[in-house]
């Protein structure tokens, strides 16, 4: 059975920084990805990372803030997330595709998810 079980989320300060991360089991994803959603609003895709980390795309909202990546022996992605702002504040949601494609417009699987809040 796939899962896939994000953790690092919390209350963090306009200007800060937090970690998250996403552990795979039950099989490794070719292209591996982070979405959020803000309340009243539909969920939007963050950043996907390809198997060897050679690819990877970002929306522009969080270009030079965010960064992905993955460790491959711990079937985990993780967002490193800087310079936070309030309008970061939303449930980040851990996805997983078998193409780096879908993992942006359709991903396969999807985590539980993990809240974010940034207070100003």
């Known amino acids: 059975q796939v899962q896939l079980v994000e953790s690092g989320g919390g209350l963090v300060q306009a200007g800060g920084s937090v970690r998250l991360s996403c552990a795979a089991s039950?099989?490794?994803?070719?292209?591996m990805g982070w979405f959020r959603q803000a309340p009243g609003k539909e969920r939007e895709f963050v950043a996907a990372?390809?198997?060897?980390?050679?690819?990877?795309y970002y929306t522009d909202s969080v270009k030079g803030r965010f960064t992905i990546s993955r460790d491959n022996a711990k079937n985990t992605v993780y967002l490193r997330m800087n310079t936070l702002k309030p309008d970061d504040t939303a449930l980040y949601y851990c996805?997983?595709?078998?193409?780096?494609?879908?993992?942006?417009?359709?991903?396969?699987?999807w985590g539980q998810g993990t809240q974010v809040t940034v207070s100003s």
């Open positions: 996805a997983a595709s078998g193409r780096f494609d879908t993992v942006i417009s359709g991903p396969a699987y």
């Open positions: 990372i390809s198997w060897n980390g050679g690819s990877t």
């Open positions: 039950g099989r490794t994803f070719y292209a």
